[in-house]
């Protein structure tokens, strides 16, 4: 794994993790390993199985190849194809605009990797995510985050991590969808006050 290898690069016997989505895939995989690095797991709204609807969903607005005017554009672009990311102010927005795109010539693009939404598509639509072993093996303390207006972390999968890891703590975000964006206030504070 590639997180293993950069954290003993850094000198990281033990540390914490925050996963969102992908990253809280590898989150689940490396502490559900024998003498796991992860001190402590937070998983932000994502499950070890993934429902084919919310994998659909994100390989229909990946790969999104259109030539955008202005930053503008791609704000209302993002705001539409993202819509479900919470919270998030106009400042976000803009601050994502532009952190996700590139200028060439007199347009702008996003910042993506046609071969992994290739990927997506061709393969991870087809693969069953199951890390139900890795998360049954998990011994450190969890943390679960979840948006309740979703479609990653539904509330049939909600209740079964929690049943097959019931010493796993959780915390709700009303109003969020996929994903909750950890970039306000309260969520900060929330994850903060559980690390500490």
């Known amino acids: 794994m590639n997180m293993v290898v950069l954290a003993a690069k850094i000198g990281f016997d033990r540390y914490d993790l ?3 989505s992908p990253g809280g895939l590898m989150g689940i995989a490396l502490a559900g390993i024998e003498n796991s690095p992860i001190r402590r797991l937070v998983v932000n709204d994502v499950a070890p199985e993934i429902p084919y609807s919310a994998l659909n969903r994100i390989a229909a ?47 702008y693009l996003l910042h993506q990797y046609a071969e992994i ?5 061709y393969f991870v639509l087809f693969t069953n995510v199951d890390l139900w072993r890795q998360w049954d093996n998990i011994e450190c ?32 975000f009303e109003g969020v969808g996929h994903t909750p964006t950890l970039n306000a206030a309260s969520q900060i504070r929330a994850i903060m006050d559980w690390l500490e």
């Open 141 to 172: 303390p969890v943390l679960i985050l979840r948006g309740k207006d979703l479609d990653f972390l539904t509330k049939r999968l909600f209740d079964r991590v929690k049943e097959r890891l019931p010493r796993a703590e959780t915390i709700e």
């Open 18 to 20: 925050i996963g969102t």
């Open 61 to 107: 607005y990946g790969g999104h190849h259109a030539k955008f005017p202005d930053l503008e554009s791609v704000e209302r672009h993002l705001q539409l194809t993202l819509a479900l990311f919470a919270p998030m102010t106009g400042d976000d927005w803009t601050r994502m605009a532009m952190n996700s795109t590139r200028k060439v010539d007199n347009h």
């Open 117 to 121: 939404f290739r990927n997506v598509s």
